[in-house]
């Protein structure tokens, strides 16, 4: 398993940016498929973006099309999240999470991610 590590949540006002960071530790990062999830307070833990391996594919949820983007740097074992365009519904506790080798850019649900990280907080103030 690989073990992750979030960073750079924190508060912003809408309309604004953050970028999270996703850091890995253990062998073949390069080989999993890294995800970010979210959960707002009251709300079930929900999708947001995922990566291939090598960077190539990747899917988002719909909610934030065209304003987030994940990407990733595999010297560093690092996944991001760049967010823009924030808004106050985008409030919640960010994971990232790997499924098992052999998994697909396309899961989107929590029991296909085996590896989760303890999340990052951002909060977008209106």
């Known amino acids: 398993q690989v073990q992750l590590v979030e960073s750079g949540g924190g508060l912003v006002q809408a309309g604004g940016s953050k970028r999270l960071s996703c850091a890995a530790s253990g062998r073949g990062f390069s080989t999993y498929i890294i995800g970010w999830f979210r959960q707002a307070i009251g709300k079930e833990r929900e999708f947001v973006a995922a990566i291939s391996g090598g960077g190539v594919i990747k899917n988002y949820a719909d909610s934030v099309k065209g304003r987030f983007t994940i990407s990733r740097d595999n010297a560093k074992n690092t996944v991001y999240l760049q967010m823009n365009s924030l808004k106050p519904e985008d409030t919640a506790v960010y994971y990232c999470?790997?499924?098992?080798?052999?998994?697909?850019?396309?899961?989107?649900?929590?029991?296909?991610?085996?590896?989760w990280g303890q999340g990052t907080q951002v909060t977008v103030s209106s």
């Open positions: 999470a790997a499924p098992s080798p052999g998994g697909s850019v396309y899961y989107t649900r929590i029991r296909e991610y085996d590896s």
